[in-house]
């Protein structure tokens, strides 16, 4: 399967904050909130993180994330629920794109929220199209899916060092 190199996933992961630098208008004309470029960090080092599907991760949920222990509970292909590994990094991207709401999330919220204003779930055609735009300011293909985001979170884990059993489960 096709995948990122590390300096690739760092390129990609740096990218929201590009259009903070540059900024650039969406065809509406209205400038891209500082709050996405953070939301669009924190779900792309999510992403990376834990290995989740691009619906595990519309379908999260503020309690599902237990950051003293780091780990979040994902709710899988067939309704299965499995506990997965975050990374510090990926909580505090999160914890930092909350703070540029007007108010922090809780309980049965979802984690990432397509407006800042009103709360309503990030969809799965919006989180493709953000992908889109990052891979092409990071210099990357286009048209690489968010599925190939999975594939690098499990070659990279193997680059490592992990078990093949090991990356299965998660």
Known sequence: PKFLTVQQMKDLLEAPLKLLVRPKRKSAGRPISVAACHRDVAILETIYSCGLRVSELCGLQVADLYPAEQLVSVRGKGKKERRVPISRTALVAIERYWGFLPKRPEGQTPVFLAQTKKISRLSHVMLQKRLKTYLA??????????????????????????????????
């Open 137 to 170: 300011l990071a210099g990357l293909d286009p048209s690489l899916t968010p599925h190939k985001l999975r594939h690098s979170y499990a070659t990279h884990l193997l680059d490592a060092g992990a078990d093949l059993r090991s990356v299965q489960e998660l």
